[in-house]
């Protein structure tokens, strides 16, 4: 695992979950095998120099069929009809743009030379020309060059022997890993103003046990006597005065990830940049022990309860790479557990606001009372149509998008853009100064 | 505000370390092999390390290239009449394409799907075109017949021959990106076909006593007998 200081953690969620195909297992391969290229190419030169040499009667064409026509003696039929081959990737779970390897082990090639070819998956970068493996050993490089969870490609196996005349040719699955998308960069963390009776790491506004100083007040049987504050008790005549301290406290954080539409540049598609923006958030805000929780909006609702820490965000992460479990048509937030959707909770929304449903989903949202913050993810515009048609469907377009907006705006939605490429912090920082507002109208 | 315990993108040296310790494999096994595989943890991070197979892939296909067009030149040398031209052309086509080839390695040429545009639908069905036509086989031939359309010139057909063998083996280890000690176990039989070559192209030269069919027929018979003996004796 990639993370540092979970990988105990990660081992244990890996365990838990379906093992990536063919991890670390050995599979019996059954090569077919056949004359090679090169034996094609000195059989050519052979035949041919012969042929010359009889129907021109020169005898130096047959000398120069020599050497290829002994290469060819070299012919062996003692072929291995079985190999065993085992990838063992180095981690199965990595993130957006991390490179692994897999360790190929091929037993029961004799004294045949093993050459590995990758055929690897579009987003996924490996070695391009073949590798050797002598001993049967090789290490294949992996880059990920984009989330998902799928193989990783296949691995052709080509054995050859001392005189590269033969050749056997088998083809192993290589093991599936998941990758993570790459969490964007989010050092800040918006807070509400009120927050749930629960412990955490926020100062609140009310008194509490917390290490913020909150003021100073009378004392009153009962208080701790090294929260006597003398200089201000000396002031007030001699009438005992303690300090009071904040209370600490998390709040609740929904991840609502539009998933409903993928459009632009492969690796900057909406979709991308709203997990992107959702990984970083979830990782931000179980920094500061809050729960958080995950809520997916493609064909159907699915959900994560809030929770917190280390092992959260794995689940979080995992529910990401899994997609909608049921396809169900279900796009009201009403139904959803009290535990799925706590009241007062922040709501944070990843979206290319493309889907008019999600819209009236947000509105409805916000009438409920929850803090709701609108991170727009859409960077793409139709552009298909050229000339003045085009122009004008896609000034039109806008229109209808900037019409979206400011409705949400109205409503006390507020509304960022995310290019995908910048920290996250940036659009997010009028709202991370102050703590924000939720059961009330108006703007955030 | 930030934890400890929750994780965070390991920073770009640290990964290319790790790759650069995976791509060196488990126990060391196999330092060849680590080659492509430092290649890619080079990356965008350590470029200068990325270059290395592909370098020396790059002079493998040079030296296919180079003695690919060497042969075709020679065998062709003088070139006088169209149908020398036209032998010239194919051989050096069958070399280009070839080159082509092996320059481009499969992996690099993407799969062109329905929604591909005509250039990339037209390149990879040229690439599968070239991959699938013998065009070392048709360079070898077309150099071959090349030689045989001059007059009888033993010590120079020799040499093309020698030189078509050296083609056809540099070919081999460019596309399998292998270097060039695999070919050590075959030294023995290439010294014992050059010996042959050279015992050929030695009774070519050497004046016929009775000029006619026969004796050539028989200079022929003796050096097809001689590389028969040759292929019985070697210790295989």
Not at chain 1, 154 to 162: F, P, W
Not at chain 1, 220 to 235: E, F, K, L, S
Request: charged fraction near 20%.
């Amino acid at each position: 695992m990639t993370a540092p200081g979970g990988q105990a953690l990660a081992r244990e969620v890996a365990a838990r979950a379906d093992p990536p195909g063919g991890m670390g297992r050995s599979t019996e391969l059954a090569p077919r095998w056949g004359v090679s290229a090169h034996a094609r190419r000195l059989l050519t030169l052979g035949l041919a120099g012969l042929v010359i040499a009889v129907i021109t009667r020169r005898a130096e064409f047959a000398g120069a069929a020599a050497p290829a026509l002994l290469l060819l003696a070299g012919w062996r039929r003692d072929q291995p009809g079985r190999i065993d081959a085992t990838a063992r990737p180095s981690a199965t779970r990595i993130f957006e743009g991390e490179q692994t390897a897999i360790e190929m082990v091929i037993t029961g090639h004799g004294e045949y030379d093993v050459e590995l070819v990758v055929h690897a998956h579009e987003s996924v970068e490996s070695a391009r020309y073949p590798v050797r493996a002598p001993a049967g050993r090789a290490v294949l490089p992996v880059l990920m060059t984009r989330w998902g969870r799928r193989p990783t490609g296949i691995c052709e196996i080509i054995l050859r022997d001392r005189w590269r005349l033969a050749e056997g040719r088998a083809v192993l699955a290589l093991p599936r890993i998941d990758c993570y998308p790459e969490p964007a960069e989010q050092h800040t963390t918006i807070l509400l103003n009120r927050l749930p009776n629960r412990l955490g790491e926020h100062p609140a506004r009310a008194t509490g046990e917390g290490v913020e100083f909150g003021g100073v007040r009378e004392y009153v049987p009962g208080d701790r006597q090294r929260r006597i504050n003398w200089p201000a008790t000396t002031r007030r005549g001699g009438r005992l005065q303690v300090n009071t301290f904040a209370a600490e406290r998390s709040q609740d954080v929904l991840l609502l990830v539009d998933a409903s539409c993928d459009v632009g540049e492969a690796g900057f598609t909406p979709l991308d940049l709203a997990l992107r923006g959702a990984v970083a958030a979830a990782r931000a805000y179980l920094a500061a022990s809050d729960r958080v929780g995950l809520i997916t909006y493609q064909w159907g609702l699915s959900w994560l309860s809030p929770g917190h820490g280390e092992r959260h965000f794995f689940k979080i992460v995992e529910a990401i790479l899994a997609g909608p479990r049921t396809r169900s048509r279900e796009y009201s937030l009403e139904r959803l557990p009290r535990s799925a959707f706590p009241p007062g909770a922040m709501v944070l929304v990843f979206s290319p606001l493309l889907d008019q449903r999600f819209v009236e989903t947000l509105r409805d949202l916000r009438e409920r009372g929850h803090f709701v913050l609108v991170i727009d993810v859409l960077n793409a515009e139709p552009g298909s149509i050229r000339g003045s048609i085009g122009r004008l469907g896609r000034r039109y377009w806008r229109m209808e998008q900037q019409a979206i907006r400011f409705s949400l705006h109205e409503l006390g939605i507020g509304v960022v853009h995310w290019d995908g490429r910048q920290s996250l912090d940036l659009p997010l920082a009028p709202y991370t100064r102050r703590a924000q507002t939720s059961r009330r109208r108006g703007r955030g | 505000m930030k934890r400890p315990g929750v994780p965070h993108r390991r920073p770009a040296a640290e990964r290319a370390k790790r790759a650069a310790a995976l791509a060196g494999g488990p126990d060391g096994a196999g330092q060849a092999d680590a080659k492509p595989a430092a290649a890619l943890a080079g990356g965008p991070d350590r470029p200068g390390q990325a270059d290395a197979p592909a370098l020396a892939r790059a002079r493998q296909v040079a030296a296919a290239g180079l003695l690919g067009g060497a042969c075709c030149a020679w065998a062709a040398w003088p070139a006088t009449g169209a149908a020398q031209t036209a032998l010239l052309v194919i051989a050096a086509g069958c070399v280009a394409a070839d080159l082509m080839r092996l320059a481009t390695p499969e992996a690099a040429v993407g799969m062109a799907d329905a929604f591909s545009s005509i250039t990339v639908r037209l390149w990879s069905w040229g690439y599968g075109l070239i991959r699938q036509l013998p065009l070392a086989e048709g360079a070898a031939l077309a150099a071959l017949i090349l030689e045989a359309t001059h007059p009888s010139r033993p010590w120079h057909t020799g040499l093309l021959g020698a030189a078509l063998l050296c083609y056809l083996l540099a070919t081999h280890l460019a596309e399998s990106s292998a270097p060039a000690r695999v070919l050590r176990p075959q030294l023995p039989a290439l010294a014992a076909g050059l010996g042959l070559l050279i015992l050929g192209v030695g009774a070519a030269m050497l004046p016929a006593t009775a000029p006619g069919l026969g004796s050539g027929s028989l200079r022929v018979l003796a050096a097809v007998a001689a590389i028969i003996v040759g292929a019985l004796a070697l210790p295989l």
